[in-house]
């Protein structure tokens, strides 16, 4: 699986965006897709997930606590596509973000745990 996301830019405190994770080589509805970000200096650090399409808690999505309430991660499976509709953006937010994907059925915020990463698409959010 290639995974490429796109979405990034330089964004105002409190302005929006939409990230999207575009899959190639193979569908990524078997697969549980994340989000996982990079500020300067710091270790990459889970963001969100979306559970894979067939199993009972299909669409079930976590997500790390700073974020709840203003980021969703939703997929278009007919698409291969995974989003991250970022809102109300802070400072902090500031980061490569990847996204990943990881086969099997169990969800895991374990970064090694992903088999496939995108190539990363930076946010920066300016006071």
């Known amino acids: 699986v290639q995974l490429q996301a796109y979405g990034g830019g330089l964004v105002q405190i409190g302005d929006s965006l939409r990230l999207s994770c575009v899959a190639s080589?193979?569908?990524?509805?078997?697969?549980?897709m994340g989000w996982f970000r990079q500020a300067p200096g710091k270790e990459r650090e889970f963001v969100a997930l979306i559970n894979w399409s067939g199993i009972r808690s299909a669409g079930r999505t976590y997500y790390i606590d700073s974020v709840k309430g203003r980021f969703t991660i939703s997929r278009v499976d007919a698409k291969n596509t995974v989003y991250l509709q970022m809102n109300s953006l802070k400072p902090e937010d500031t980061a490569v973000y990847y996204c990943?994907?990881?086969?099997?059925?169990?969800?895991?915020?374990?970064?090694?745990?992903?088999?496939?990463w995108g190539q990363g698409t930076q946010v920066t959010v300016s006071s």
């Open positions: 990943a994907a990881k086969s099997g059925t169990a969800y895991s915020t374990i970064e090694h745990e992903y088999d496939y």
């Open positions: 080589g193979r569908t990524i509805s078997n697969y549980v």
